[in-house]
């Protein structure tokens, strides 16, 4: 079973969007062992529509259609799949009393448009949709070809597919098993990781090893093949043992936790509790942290000191230090952890300050250098980090190695 | 003349790489009057790519490939085109002589797997690529259509595109002229934005009109054709002002800008200053805030608290309020912006609670229930929102009202 995907809107094929859903859907697919052999961007087009679901059919058993189902007299994808493959559309009433429902319970009443969302060709099962109005549809041709039609909004089409769509391919996708497993590395440049574990995996082909480097941290994706689930699993964990052994400490997970979540899970292990004092990061520690559901549990709060008064009178930072040391300096991140964690009643204070770009550089602290704190009630650690990039790239690699001393003090 | 760009490479049908090549060449092509009609992500395979090629000449006047052009056997675009369209491939000796010239300046011999990059379809125009080793290929077929191969990496189809492509398709392109107009919209839902200004776009066919939704703002994308570019900047700009007056100060900017970087620009202008406390947007308002280069002139700082005790620490909440109205109210949002106002020092002071989710509800305050309150030396003024989806969707969506209540305040 090969699968081809097509995006579908006008706004896809402008200098400005990106159909970005053919990601995620390409991995659930390989995860079945479906391969996904081409991917389509295509206007919202009646006739451009049919050729394209036409000669994705021709290739591929399973053709994904997303976007294009919204109320609009834009919204063309229903029609043209429904022409093209000879069915009439009607008006299901069952999704009718639902999208009522739907906006009843926001005080609102339905417009007229709406009801073109509840159109289902001939033969068609539909598939509900708990985060929006647009139903999917899942369509099978006379030679028994699938044609799954979900909406654009990622946070619609996620929970669909996995609801509905999972159990139906799981039938149809081949009877080998794959596995996959992640490593994310934190601390070490590519090249490094790349050095350290390129002979293990180049002698062997099976688990395929690929390395994703984004700024401040480097994923491993090994893909493994077995006879059945047991045995990838058992080739892609061997793999992962090894490079897990040549990188040490460096790993923070084999699984899809984010840093800040890992974080998260060992202040809660440690019962611990955490507050941070940002300058250059402008509050994106704080915003990293708090992105993860419950961190109220551990995480008391931030401040955000952009200027040398605020560092003094939020944080109690000596205005003498702050003079004599300079705002980028170790003694005023030092200052800011110990600072935040005695206002805060927090066990662990984390102080951030550096020079983000594009301007404050000097002769000897140039863009980039940031310095780290981290103190509890006994001990106080320092760091000194130069990250090279622009604004974006070095409060974030900031942010991660701010993440990263909290994790390698909890380690301990 | 219609265009369609075939991103090709094995790695694009991938869960974790994607082709944003094609974003770069439609908005080049767009600026000569050129439409992408379809886009399409093939693998290296040598049928398929014929069967994409021919399918895109069906359709187009110009078909660009990217990509494939390198030096190993998985390089397969060359042959496929050259037999697609019926031409041998030849090997070039000034291509042969160029790379060897460019591996000798870097103290390298070129290895003869490289040779099988100088191949070119008889009739074919190579280009020149000054940075890397991959000639470009332009190749006209019976009917005067144009196939374009270029290479991958951005960093040579980009100057190869400028250099070599843009003047031989500019005699090609349409006559007329364009021009783009974006107004970005806050505060309004889409449905509401739509109603509001369809009557206005969809009494003129030129510009065309496109609404772009994201959480908590509305692009409007127009584009307008001319008999020369003043003509079609002045349509566009018609229609512009047509739709600001229809949507009123709900449009933030006719430019490029964030809300983040206007909110920055009003306060230069008003030579005012900003402080923030948040809870449940966790640092977010602060971090895009901070996102801007140049915002410590503006920005001084900002608390992040999470914990009662912080609420009450940092920012100076009465102990009494919080037990008697709770965390998430409105006089907790107006103590917070007070409270950081006054320690603070700014002239403006932002505060934001509110339950995120997906914990924390209660009967009266579901989840995405949001006060924001903004105080100066002499008004408070507070807002309730209530917003929907997911914990990332909605910390967005109240970063984008607090932003916005800035915003208009400084408007007056």
Known sequence: ?????????????????????SLYLTDQLERLGIPVIQKT???????????????ALQRAELVIGIGGLGPTEDDRTREAVAELLGRKLRQN???????????????RKMAEVNRRQAMVPEGADWLPNHNGTAPGLWLTTEDERVVLLLPGPPHELKPMFEEECLPRLRPRAPQHAFARKVL????????????????????????????????????????????DTADALRRAEELAERIEQALGDHVFTRGPETLEQVVGLYLMMRGATLAVAESCTGGLVAERLTN???SSHYFLGGVVCYSDKLKAKLVGVPATLLR?????????????AKGVRRRSGAVLGLGVTGIAGPTGATPDKPVGTVFIALADAHRLRSEKHRFLGDRDRIRWQAAQ????????????
């Open 184 to 227: 994310k590395v934190v601390g070490l440049p590519e090249s490094e990781v790349e050095e350290r574990i390129a002979p293990l995996y180049c002698a062997v082909a099976n688990p395929e090893t690929t390395l994703l480097a984004s700024p401040g941290q480097v994923e491993i994706h090994l893909r493994a093949t077995g006879s």
């Open 324 to 336: 004599r040391k300079g705002e980028v300096s170790p003694e005023v991140a030092e200052a800011l």
């Open 401 to 412: 190695a701010a993440l990263d001393l909290i994790r390698r003090k909890l380690l301990k």
């Open 1 to 21: 079973m090969k699968a081809e995907i097509i995006a579908i809107g006008t706004e896809l094929l402008t200098p400005f969007r990106l159909d970005t859903n």
């Open 93 to 107: 009433e069952e999704i009718v009393a639902r999208m009522e429902e739907r906006f009843r319970a926001r005080g």
């Open 292 to 294: 993860v559901p419950g």
């Open 41 to 55: 961007v295509v206007g919202d087009d009646r006739e451009r529509l049919k050729s394209a679901f036409a000669e």
